[in-house]
C-alpha cells in the first residue's frame, strides 16, 4: 500500500491541476460568449435605431408633403406663414431622428461596455486557473501540505500552508 500512495498523490494532484484549468476554461469561454452576445446585442440596437429612425423620417415627409398637398389644393401661397409652419416641421422631424440615433447609440455604447467587462472576466478566468494549477500543483508536490504538517523554509522557520510564520 505504501508504494501506491505516491502515485495517489501524483493523481490527485494531476486531478487538482485538471479541474482548476476545466473551471477557468469554463468560465473564461462563458465570459466571451457573453462579451459576443453583448456585442450583437449593440449591432442590432444601431440597427433597431436606424431603422426606426428611418420609418420617423418617411412618416414625417408624408405628413410635410400632405401638408404641402393640402395648402396648395386650398389656393395658399407657400411663403411666410405656411412656409415656417412646414419647416417648423421638418426641423422637430429631424431632431426625433437625432433622439432615436442617439438613444440607440447610448445602449450599443452600454452593451459595448458589457462585453468589455466580459472579455476582463475571461482574462481574469484565465488568470485564477493558472494560480489554482500552479497552487494544487505546489500543494501536490509538498509532502504533508494538504495534512497541514509544518514545512521549513531556507532560514529555519516552520512555514505551515496558510503562511503562518514560527521560529523554530
Do not use: C, H
Not at 5 to 22: E, H, K, N, R, Y
Not at 80 to 91: H, I, T, W
Not at 121 to 127: P, Q
Amino acid at each position: 500500500m505504501a508504494a501506491i500512495t505516491p502515485f495517489l498523490q501524483i493523481a490527485g494532484t494531476a486531478f487538482s491541476v485538471a479541474g482548476a484549468i476545466s473551471g477557468a476554461s469554463s468560465q473564461a469561454n462563458a465570459a466571451k460568449y457573453n462579451a459576443q452576445v453583448a456585442e450583437r446585442n449593440a449591432q442590432v440596437s444601431r440597427a433597431g435605431a436606424a431603422a426606426d429612425a428611418q420609418t420617423l423620417d418617411r412618416r414625417a415627409r408624408q405628413r410635410i408633403g400632405a401638408a404641402r398637398a393640402a395648402y396648395g389644393a386650398a389656393g395658399v401661397d407657400l411663403e411666410g406663414s405656411p412656409l415656417d409652419v412646414l419647416e417648423q416641421s421638418a426641423a422637430e422631424a429631424e431632431m426625433d431622428k437625432m433622439n432615436i440615433l442617439y438613444k440607440g447609440e447610448l445602449q450599443a455604447m452600454g452593451m459595448q461596455d458589457t462585453a468589455a467587462l466580459n472579455r476582463s472576466r475571461a482574462d481574469a478566468a484565465i488568470g485564477e486557473g493558472v494560480y489554482g494549477a500552479g497552487r494544487a500543483l505546489l500543494i501536490g508536490s509538498v509532502p504533508g501540505a494538504t495534512r497541514g504538517e509544518y514545512l521549513y523554509d531556507d532560514e529555519g522557520r516552520i512555514v505551515t500552508r496558510r503562511g503562518d510564520l514560527k521560529r523554530r
